[in-house]
């Protein structure tokens, strides 16, 4: 019989060393620590150097995950790796399939901005209840430092470096609980990192674009109404699918954006903050890695244990928001 439930039999992350902080930022926009801290909660972040590839890192996350859920890179036969921010507008992803030598395994990239790593998720889901792959590697990395502007004070101190990664196993028994993703492309201007092209002319008839890309670009306010309207509804829909309440969740780890959208969230979920795990003060905003990053570190610290019931949700760029109730661990662990 083809097992087609999902288990998460391993995690890992990987952060470039150079920490910066908000001091060090003070020197560089009007800010200061009290602002950074007060309204986000962030008070360090790492950022990766100019020789440092997203594939580097996304592949160093990659092998800790491996190694945790001992499967040979020779097993995986899907790599995804949700990014925006890839070493190459073509995805990332084949380099970090050929870093690791995991010479069977299709791989490409996947953008959902911060809900990367929750699209991620579901879509790896989709391919082992379908009974068509056995060993998922899902990776969510992001190098945000090279598309923030570093003169804008409103960005530049929100965001880091770094990537996480999981392993999704086909298992006899189904540790994905229940998903909901979403999307509303009407509020797309909220949140961009948009292509500027200039018209260039070819020929007397032919004028193409050609241009690069802009710098991050929020609107602060909107962006955070939107994640404390949408995400405790979007885990309440993710609940109803697992036939839970909020009550049975052990760990919730939202997208690290902000400590206030984190706290308002698990309020109006009735969640305790200490079942809420949050690194934001030591990493900042890390995009697609952000939620990835925060499991491996709680499991590594020995916070999240097999069987425990955990709440993940990603909200950004798109508009982009889905929630995913799941078991960690390998049923047998
Ligand atoms: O990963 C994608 C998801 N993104 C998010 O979830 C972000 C959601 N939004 C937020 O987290 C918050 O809106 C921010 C942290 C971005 C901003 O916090 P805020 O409490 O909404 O501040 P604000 O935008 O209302 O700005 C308040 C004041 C303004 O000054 P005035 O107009 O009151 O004089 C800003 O110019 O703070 C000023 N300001 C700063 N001051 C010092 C903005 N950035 C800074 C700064 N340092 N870095």
């Known amino acids: 019989m083809i097992n087609t439930g999902i288990a998460i039999a391993g ?22 620590d009290e602002w950074i801290a007060s309204r986000t909660g962030i008070r360090y972040r790492k950022l990766a150097s100019a020789e440092t590839t997203l594939s580097a890192i996304a592949t160093r996350a990659a092998q800790q995950a491996l190694s ?82 570093w003169s ?65 670009t929020m609107n602060g306010q909107e962006v955070y109404r939107f994640a404390v309207t949408k995400v405790p509804e979007v885990i309440e829909k993710a609940l109803y699918r697992a036939n839970m309440g909020a009550e049975g969740i052990d760990w ?18 009735n969640i305790p903050a200490e079942k809420v795990i949050s690194n934001l003060a030591n990493y900042g905003n890390t995009s697609a890695a952000s939620i990835p990053l925060a499991l491996d570190e709680a499991v590594r610290e020995g916070k999240i244990q097999p069987g425990d019931v955990i709440a993940v949700s990603g909200f950004g760029a798109g508009l982009s928001w889905g929630a995913s109730i799941f078991q960690w661990g390998k049923p047998s662990s």
């Open 11 to 32: 995690s890992g992350s990987a952060t470039p060393s150079v920490s910066v902080d908000n001091h060090a930022l003070s020197q560089l926009v009007e800010t200061s």
């Open 68 to 149: 945790m859920a001992q499967v040979d890179p020779s097993e995986i036969d899907l790599i995804l790796l949700a990014t925006s921010t890839a070493d190459d507008l073509f995805g990332s992803a084949g380099q970090v399939q050929a870093q690791l030598g995991a010479t069977q395994a299709v791989a490409f990239d996947l953008t959902a901005a911060c809900s990367g790593f929750v699209f991620g998720l579901v879509t790896a889901a989709q391919f082992i209840r379908t009974g068509v792959y056995r060993n998922v590697l899902l990776i969510g990395a992001d190098v945000m430092s090279r598309w923030v502007d």
């Open 152 to 216: 804008d004070r409103t960005t530049c101190v929100l965001f880091g470096d770094g990537a996480g990664a999981v392993v999704l196993q086909a298992s006899e028994c189904d540790r994905l609980l229940g998903f909901e993703l979403r999307s509303d492309g009407n509020q797309n201007a909220c949140l961009n990192l948009s292509y500027q092209p200039q018209p260039k002319a070819l020929t007397d008839q032919i004028t193409i674009g050609q241009g690069n890309y802009q710098s991050v």
């Open 252 to 269: 919730l780890i939202l997208h690290q954006a902000n400590q206030r959208i984190m706290d308002a969230v698990a309020q109006r979920l």
